[in-house]
């Protein structure tokens, strides 16, 4: 009986050590900015974006981006983000957040474009990533 009761203040204790650990990962870490800006030409219709990590734990979720809109989050875990567009017959997926490539620069800017996915770390030079795929 008091094996029982052992373990399971064992396993509480664990429970709520594990809790700590993951509510300080998830919401005081602030690694870096994402953006997403919606840079199609005007009058197009707006695109559909999901963005989440790759344990599935963090992410902003699905938003609509109108043109000339800037999505942004913060991400929290230091993990793989991707994202997915669906913009009318066409979509793409992409890599928003990698540690390696984006931690140090603290914000990541991306342009969605008739022509693909354009990434920077300031917001004025841009380098295509990402290609729209029609199947
Ligand atoms: C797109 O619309 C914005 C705001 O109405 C305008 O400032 C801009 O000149 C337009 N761009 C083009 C290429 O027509
Ligand atoms: C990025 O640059 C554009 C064009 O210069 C500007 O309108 C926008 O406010 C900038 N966004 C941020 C988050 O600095």
Redesign the pocket.
């Known amino acids: 009986m008091t094996t029982w009761i052992n373990r399971f203040l064992f396993l509480a204790l664990a429970w709520s050590f594990i809790s700590a650990v993951t509510a300080f990962e998830e919401h005081d870490n602030h690694l870096a900015v994402v953006?997403i800006i919606n840079s199609l030409p005007n009058n197009s219709e707006p695109v559909s974006v999901e963005c989440i990590s790759r344990d599935r734990k963090d992410g902003p979720g699905e938003y609509t981006l109108k043109v000339g809109e800037?999505f942004?989050w913060d991400v929290t875990l230091n993990t793989l983000y991707y994202c997915t567009a669906l913009w009318g017959r066409v979509f793409a997926s992409w890599h928003a957040f990698q540690p390696r490539r984006d931690v140090s620069h603290g914000k990541v800017?991306w342009q969605i474009r008739q022509d693909g996915f354009f990434l920077s770390w300031d917001?004025?030079s841009w380098v295509k990533r990402e290609m729209w795929e029609t199947e």
């Open positions: 953006h800037d942004q800017y917001n004025s």
